[in-house]
């Protein structure tokens, strides 16, 4: 976990004159140039380190500067510790509770209390109410082959059901919209692609090492996309199911109707994901227009009692 290393050469920067960036990727087996990119997230944060070539060349912390417990206010100290703690809560690792403890070590006595008070105020709580229990254990397994590079196969239902059994380079975990994912090259596809984890069955780490490629982060902002694709519908719904609405627009969109009913301005994309959210109100929801996507719930609705019917 990045936070933990950089938390460490921080530490060893600080117990030692000087080090070389090999002897560093060496001590947490990674390669020289994730080093690279290491010190220079800590020069960023505020720390200067100068780096110095030739025969006993490396990294240190410029001369007359020392790190104080007070560098960091009780906000700082209190969002990090919020941080870790979501993560140590849902993908457990011995990495992780040290990097919580030496977190801790940087916290005065006189500030003990205020930080423990701040950091209590918001729980992020990762770990869904219900869902696919192997997830959490998935969570660990990845994690494992992402620090060992090592090849990951699993079963994977695709789009409309499509099973396909999939050999795949990890590269990032990722949790977005409430749902954890992790990108990775994929043998059989040939590039890069994305995982759903609740998706995944029987998955294994192999033997196999792989060499890593290069890796380029996956693009998650799709706003401009999604409101691209957006259209506008009229839903007339029932008090009893606004909170569920509520998940999908603002109370602004929402006009009263009678005492009972409400006009909802709502956001909609043509698919069949959007079309099933419609259907989870049941008959709580009627879509008012457009007329051509009320018909297609009229259609859909149909399939649905037809089936029952039978």
């Not at 959007?274 to 859909?300: A, Q, T, V, W």
Request: with cysteine; hydrophobic share 40%; charged share 25%.
């Amino acid at each position: 976990m990045k936070i933990d290393r950089l938390v460490s050469i921080i530490m060893i920067l600080l117990n030692k004159e000087r080090i070389g960036a090999q002897e560093l990727a060496e001590m947490f087996e990674v390669s020289p140039r994730t080093i690279y990119r290491d010190i220079e997230s800590i020069n960023m944060a505020g720390i200067p380190i100068r780096s110095t070539t030739g025969v006993g060349g490396g990294f240190e912390i410029m001369q007359n500067y020392k790190i104080e417990k007070n560098v960091f206010s009780s906000a700082d100290l209190s969002a990090i510790l919020m941080g870790l703690s979501s993560l140590t809560d849902m993908v457990r690792g011995d990495e992780l509770i040290s990097a919580l403890a030496k977190v801790k070590s940087f916290i005065p006595n006189d500030r003990a209390k205020d930080i423990e008070i701040r950091s209590n105020q918001v729980r992020i709580d990762l770990s869904a109410w219900i869902g696919n229990n192997n997830v959490q254990q998935y969570l660990g397994i990845i994690k494992t082959a992402l620090q060992e590079s090592r090849l990951l196969s699993f079963e994977y239902v695709a789009h409309h059901g499509k099973k396909t059994v999939r050999i795949v380079e990890p590269y990032q975990l990722v949790f977005k919209n409430s749902h954890w994912y992790f990108q990775g090259y994929c043998y059989e596809r040939n590039d890069f692609r994305l995982f759903r984890l609740s998706r995944i069955a029987n998955l294994h780490m192999k033997e196999e090492k792989f060499v890593p490629r290069d890796f380029q982060k996956a693009i998650f902002d799709s706003r401009e996309i999604f409101e691209t694709m957006t259209v506008r519908i009229k839903l007339r719904i029932h008090e009893s199911v606004m909170d569920r609405v509520l998940d999908y627009c603002s109370y602004d969109h929402f006009l009263p109707a009678d005492d009972e009913h409400y006009l909802v301005d709502f956001p909609f994309i043509e698919n069949d994901y959007n079309y099933d959210i419609l259907l989870s109100f049941g008959s709580k929801c009627e879509c008012l227009e457009p007329p051509h996507i009320r018909e297609e719930m009229k259609r859909k609705t149909h399939d649905l009692a037809n089936i029952y019917a039978n």
